[in-house]
């Protein structure tokens, strides 16, 4: 998610870096590893809970930080910290993030960051897990994602103060380009200077072609695993318990994730682009609002 120049990065730090750092019921929460989806617990250690927010009360969300800025990737993107807020969505509490037009190619969202951070540590697994579903609104009416233009939220870890040099990992990007079209990726930024990710998009890969933002009544589990075996670090990325990608150092050139370190968890949503030829700013469509609900962000740990 992060694309931000050098020069970029220096002023950030300036101003105080630190700071920015449908329509059913489901079944009911469990405090277990699952979310609405199972993995396979049998292969090793139990999993132990890290972190949890399942958005049920907490209004002040006071797990995270909420954002202020604009967003790296786009002049056209305001984050206020009032945005986010825990709202009853489909039966259950969640966090909502909407966007609105403030004015000609200007738009106000929202970005919260977690205050827990995690480490891959030797011999060892995190699985760090959203349910997350994405529409809009015209009106009264819902909008599928797909009919909006230029949203891109996005579910990611990474740690900001030296950017990329301690890696990032975008677990899910999504980007909407209507008519009836979206694309959904991973991806790893990583650099040896800050303000430098020297992998382009090596490491983007497509989710499967026959995914469907709108089924599963437009939830989707999204999961990230990250595994140090012997010191060898993979990092796996699977919606809805389909394999996305697997990153390893020999997979990626350049890529070196034995220096992941303290990341933070965000959840945002974004609009438009920097790059006019990837968003056109005068085709961003998002109708009365784009919004990212998120049911449940978990992080369990366990010994391999």
């Known amino acids: 998610m992060k694309k931000l120049t050098q020069v970029t990065l220096m002023l950030t730090c300036a101003v105080g870096f630190s700071s920015c750092f449908e329509h059913s019921d489901t079944e009911k929460k469990q405090d277990s590893i699952s979310v609405n989806k199972s993995i396979d617990k049998t292969a090793a250690s139990d999993w132990v809970k890290q972190f949890e927010d399942t958005f049920e009360s ?61 480490t891959p540590e030797n011999n060892s697994e995190y699985r760090i897990a959203a349910t997350i579903k994405l529409l809009a609104m015209d009106g009264a009416n819902y909008k599928s994602f797909k009919e909006t233009y230029g949203a891109w939220p996005a579910f990611w870890t990474v740690q900001e103060d030296g950017w990329p040099t301690s890696c990032e990992i ?3 990007e999504g980007y909407s380009f209507a008519p009836g079209a979206s694309r ?9 200077v800050s ?9 983007e890969r497509q989710y499967p072609s026959s995914f469907n933002v709108d089924g599963n009544n ?28 697997t ?7 350049k890529l070196n994730l034995n220096n992941f370190k303290k990341h933070n968890i965000i959840l945002n ?36």
């Open 170 to 172: 975008d677990i899910v």
């Open 58 to 118: 907490d209004a002040s969300l006071s797990k995270w930080t909420k954002v202020q800025r604009t967003d790296y990737n786009s002049k056209y993107c305001d984050y206020k910290s009032a945005v986010p807020t825990i709202q009853v969505r489909d039966g259950k509490g969640c966090l909502e993030i909407k966007t609105s037009k403030l004015g000609e190619n200007k738009y106000q969202s929202g970005l919260i960051k977690s205050i827990y951070q995690y």
């Open 218 to 245: 437009g939830w989707h589990l999204y999961e990230c695993f990250i595994r140090m075996k012997d010191n060898a670090v993979t990092v796996t990325v699977k919606i809805d318990n389909t394999i996305v990608s």
């Open 269 to 304: 949503l974004n609009v438009g682009s920097n790059d006019s030829s990837f968003i056109d700013p005068n085709k961003i469509n998002l109708f009365t609002a784009a919004m990212m609900w998120v049911d449940e962000v978990s992080v369990y740990k366990r010994t391999i």
């Open 195 to 203: 303000g430098t990710n020297q992998l382009g998009n090596l490491a």
């Open 247 to 253: 990153y390893t150092n020999s997979s990626v050139p």
């Open 184 to 192: 959904f990726t991973s991806n790893l930024f990583y650099g040896t």
